[in-house]
């Protein structure tokens, strides 16, 4: 030991005086080596094996699911008009959409948010309507006028959105009263279609 009691050495800790080896050996005497027993032990579990290229593809879906390539050419009704029916539904049922057969049980507001912010907000709120029997909605998109270059970039998202989601069955552009181009009337699917 040093001076200052504690043990000298670099390990900081104190050698194993002959003392204690002798204290061990005789503790230890009369153990014997196990024998083996014949048996054979499995080996301890694999971990399986991390698909690291699923989990790049599930990460990669997730990200193009959240920038939908839009084709801006694409039109689902007149020149500017936001409409889409489901295949086999009548086309009356644009014709009732637009002249407010319907009447709104709620409302979505998508001002002012990002894409990926609307997307979210509207599958939240197709969610809570689903969840609540709401057979027809506003969504107001705006018309873009707060976008760069002006152009209303949410609505066409909207509608992108909007034809992919099962439970809707129409959309269209709201009626000048309802928002105009600001805007989309939806009809969704009732709990027993």
């Given at each position: 030991?040093?001076?200052?009691?504690?043990?000298?050495?670099?390990?900081?800790?104190?050698?194993?005086?002959?003392?204690?080896?002798?204290?061990?050996?005789?503790?230890?005497?009369?153990?014997?080596?196990?024998?083996?027993?014949?048996?054979?032990?499995?080996?301890?579990?694999?971990?399986?094996?991390?698909?690291?290229?699923?989990?790049?593809?599930?990460?990669?879906?997730?990200?193009?699911?959240?920038?939908?390539?839009?084709?801006?050419?694409?039109?689902?009704?007149?020149?500017?008009?936001?409409?889409?029916?489901?295949?086999?539904?009548?086309?009356?049922?644009?014709?009732?959409?637009?002249?407010?057969?319907?009447?709104?049980?709620?409302?979505?507001?998508?001002?002012?948010?990002?894409?990926?912010?609307?997307?979210?907000?509207?599958?939240?709120?197709?969610?809570?309507?689903?969840?609540?029997?709401?057979?027809?909605?506003?969504?107001?998109?705006?018309?873009?006028?707060?976008?760069?270059?002006?152009?209303?970039?949410?609505?066409?998202?909207?509608?992108?959105?909007?034809?992919?989601?099962?439970?809707?069955?129409?959309?269209?552009?709201?009626?000048?009263?309802?928002?105009?181009?600001?805007?989309?009337?939806?009809?969704?699917?009732?709990a027993n279609y």
């Open positions: 030991m040093s001076k200052g009691g504690t043990p000298s050495g670099n390990s900081g800790m104190a050698p194993v005086e002959a003392e204690d080896r002798a204290l061990f050996r005789a503790a230890t005497q009369d153990v014997k080596p196990i024998t083996p027993h014949g048996r054979i032990l499995p080996p301890p579990p694999r971990i399986p094996p991390v698909p690291l290229s699923r989990l790049r593809d599930e990460r990669q879906a997730i990200l193009e699911s959240l920038h939908d390539p839009i084709r801006w050419d694409e039109e689902i009704g007149g020149a500017d008009e936001l409409a889409f029916v489901r295949p086999g539904l009548s086309r009356q049922t644009l014709r009732r959409l637009r002249r407010g057969d319907w009447i709104a049980q709620a409302e979505l507001d998508l001002h002012g948010l990002t894409r990926i912010q609307a997307k979210q907000e509207l599958a939240e709120f197709l969610h809570e309507c689903k969840r609540r029997g709401v057979r027809c909605a506003r969504i107001v998109h705006g018309k873009g006028l707060g976008s760069p270059n002006r152009e209303p970039v949410l609505k066409y998202h909207v509608r992108h959105w909007l034809t992919r989601r099962e439970e809707i069955l129409a959309f269209v552009q709201a009626r000048p009263v309802d928002g105009g181009a600001g805007a989309v009337m939806v009809l969704l699917k009732s």
